[in-house]
Nanobody, 120 residues
Framework: QVQLVESGGGSVQAGGSLRLSCAAS????????WSWYRQAPGNEREFVSA???????TYADSVKGRFTTFQDHDKNILYLQMNNLKPEDTAQYYC??????????????WGQGTQVTVSS
């Protein structure tokens, strides 16, 4: 099981920036998808962004143009650069890692979460 450790959350005013990190114990040698999700109080967890082993990225419409996800392949770290933050971005942010290897079930890991608070 891949272990994930997140960091970088905090409090910022609207319009500010934060960078989240998610360090993986390993990414293995198979294909994978590494994602960010967030959950605000009273809301369901929602998709934010994803990147795969080939650096292909996808984003939720709500963050396109403001958030950028990228990875350091040498250090096994996933990043989420968040610019022009809005109060509605306030949430607990989680990283998720799905490892897919031939002939075995996909393995999903979650980080512990990091809080992002944006004040108006």
């Amino acid at each position: 099981q891949v272990q994930l450790v997140e960091s970088g959350g905090g409090s910022v005013q609207a319009g500010g920036s934060l960078r989240l990190s998610c360090a993986a114990s390993t990414v293995g040698t198979c294909t994978y998808t590494w994602s960010w999700y967030r959950q605000a109080p009273g809301n369901e967890r929602e998709f934010v962004s994803a990147i795969d082993h080939a650096d292909m990225t996808t984003y939720a419409d709500s963050v396109k143009g403001r958030f950028t996800t990228f990875q350091d392949h040498d250090k096994n770290i996933l990043y989420l650069q968040m610019n022009n933050l809005k109060p509605e971005d306030t949430a607990q942010y989680y990283c998720s890692f799905i490892l897919r290897c031939p002939y075995v079930d996909a393995q999903t890991s979650w980080g512990q979460g990091t809080q992002v608070t944006v004040s108006s």
